[in-house]
């Protein structure tokens, strides 16, 4: 069944780790998103990609990096995680052309 | 700058009517999309409207006008589930999402 795929679905850290949040699509998407948001607060776009080898920084400052070496993985990292960074993480993915995306079921951060 | 603006929250009875308005402004236009999201959820779309008019789908429905630069999402015989923010975005020239900040709807007995 094509859909995407976030994980870890909970992640609680201490301050200074380094982290991976893996976001994964089987429907060939070559549009990739990552949004931030915290509860009950707007979507906050930062990070995109258009396909493979592709990856622009999103409206809001962030501290973490992404790549983009197959089409259907798109991993955020945060190299030093800080308690400002606790929040839910959201992917989402969309063909080109005039259509919506889908959003994977997120993941949601705390570091301590 | 592009802009969307929608209710911060909206109260409603279970079993009545609400509507949902959105106005916005961007740079360029692709299509008008509506989500809900459950709290701790991620979004999930409800409806797209790219020309002028009503789309209706079951108890939901959405208008838009190109020329206002307005829409609405209208929930019909609503139920408790219906409990959740919704979402309104525009798709710009780029093809790229435009978020507003959500309308949390409170649904009351």
């Known amino acids: 069944e094509a859909d995407i795929y976030q994980t870890p679905r909970y992640l609680v850290i201490g301050t200074g780790k380094k982290i991976t949040l893996e976001c994964s699509q089987t429907m060939g998407h070559d549009k990739m998103y990552w949004y931030q948001q915290d509860p009950g607060m707007e979507l906050h776009l930062i990070h995109y990609s258009y396909g493979v080898n592709s990856t622009e920084k999103g409206d809001l400052s962030s501290e973490s990096t992404v790549s983009r070496i197959r089409t259907e993985h798109f991993p955020l990292t945060l190299e030093s995680a800080r308690p400002s960074h606790t929040s839910q993480y959201l992917c989402?993915?969309?063909?080109?052309?005039?259509?919506?995306?889908?959003f994977g079921s997120g993941t949601r951060l705390t570091v301590v | 700058g592009q802009n969307i603006d929608q209710p911060t929250e909206m109260t409603a009875t279970e079993g009545a009517i609400v509507q949902i308005n959105c106005t916005y402004q961007?740079?360029?236009?692709?299509?008008l999309f509506w989500y809900q999201q459950h709290a701790g959820e991620a979004p999930t779309f409800l409806s797209y409207n790219v020309l002028d008019g009503l789309e209706e789908k079951g108890r939901f429905s959405s208008f838009l006008s190109r020329s206002k630069g307005y829409s609405y999402l209208l929930l019909k015989e609503l139920q408790m589930k219906d409990s959740a923010s919704y979402l309104c975005?525009?798709?710009?020239?780029?093809?790229?999402?435009?978020w507003g900040a959500g309308t949390k709807l409170i649904i009351k007995p």
């Open positions: 975005a525009v798709m710009d020239s780029n093809y790229q999402l435009i």
């Open positions: 989402a993915s969309s063909e080109m052309g005039h259509y919506g995306y889908t």
């Open positions: 961007t740079s360029g236009f692709n299509g």
